[in-house]
């Protein structure tokens, strides 16, 4: 079995995404104002919602 190399290093504690105040508009309507966020090393993160929601659109 081949093994898979990452290929960004962090630091134990170090961020891996940092997302801070993430505004999104479709033409002038507003759908995300003021979104943060950040991502520590080995942090996962999901969006959940029903069928129909916008899921694939985020």
């Given at each position: 079995m081949d093994q898979v190399k990452p290929r960004l290093h962090?630091?134990?504690?170090?961020?891996g995404l940092d997302i801070q105040n993430l505004r999104k508009s479709y033409r002038k309507k507003?759908?995300?104002?003021?979104?943060?966020?950040?991502l520590q090393r080995g942090?996962?993160?999901?969006?959940?919602g029903p069928n129909g929601s916008g899921k694939t659109t985020t």
């Open positions: 962090l630091a134990a504690g170090e961020q507003v759908v995300i104002r003021d979104f943060s966020m950040t942090e996962v993160v999901a969006l959940l």
